[in-house]
């Protein structure tokens, strides 16, 4: 049972590029969330997904998209980096989203900087 | 709505001395209350959660946390700190949505 993974777990960009993180659970969870890190401010919400097929924006979405075309794996892409987008990455997921009892277990994080 | 504050940002302790981290929320709703702790390059783990049973609640690696709810609170303790408790750990509350507090670095001095 390997939990969450996520790939690739460093990166370097330019601006401009573009690049897709991978997150693959295996607890057969039904949300999934993307997180960005930075300094002093915790973990903002990129976007979530409340099943296979659905996506909706967290608090941060801008520059960002994503997809969950299979249950287990959630897809977030920057189609134009830029040097604000240098964060780390989390991935999460858990049984059930807001409201609930139930936690969510990360990834180890991708590092990410835009040059 | 719904927020959450760590009221300290650093936390530095002695080895072998109790930690006390300070967490206030608000919600309109009866909410779900959770500790995380991300070790240096690590993503973050579960200590320990609360979800309106007992009010004295306990987690893993010796710390607990009690509600209260008159007020606002669900601050995170340990009897003695080992160094392996340095870290940054997160208050985190679930009630219409989930809110991550913005983290409380501990620093353990041995």
């Known amino acids: 049972n390997a939990g969450v993974t996520q790939t690739p777990k460093f990166r370097v960009l330019k601006t401009g590029q573009s690049m897709t993180l991978l997150c693959a659970q295996d607890?057969?969870?039904?949300?999934m969330y993307w997180y960005r890190q930075d300094p002093g401010m915790g973990l903002r919400l990129i976007h979530y997904?409340?099943?296979?097929?659905?996506?909706a924006k967290g608090e941060v979405p801008d520059g960002y998209n994503v997809s969950r075309l299979k249950k287990q794996n959630f897809l977030l892409g920057l189609e134009s980096a830029a040097p604000s987008q240098t964060s780390v990455y989390f991935c999460?997921?858990?049984?059930f989203g807001g409201g609930s009892s139930y936690e969510q277990y990360f990834g180890p994080g991708t590092r990410l900087t835009v040059t | 709505a719904q927020s959450v504050t760590q009221l300290d940002s650093h936390v530095s302790v002695s080895e072998g001395t109790p930690v006390l981290l300070r967490c206030n929320y608000s919600?309109?709703?009866?909410?779900?209350l959770f500790w995380y702790v991300q070790h240096p390059n690590k993503g973050l783990q579960l200590l320990l959660k609360?979800?309106?049973?007992?009010?004295l609640v306990k987690g893993i690696n010796g710390f607990e946390a009690e509600f209260k709810k008159s007020e606002t609170s669900f601050h995170l303790t340990k009897p003695s700190a080992h160094m392996s408790d340095a870290a940054e750990y997160f208050c985190?509350?679930?009630?219409?949505?989930?809110?991550f507090g913005a983290g409380t670095r501990l620093f353990v001095k041995a």
């Open positions: 999460a997921s858990s049984y």
């Open positions: 609360y979800t309106s049973a007992a009010t």
């Open positions: 919600s309109s709703y009866s909410p779900s």
């Open positions: 985190v509350v679930s009630g219409f949505k989930t809110i």
């Open positions: 607890m057969n969870h039904e949300y």
């Open positions: 997904s409340v099943g296979e097929g659905t996506t």
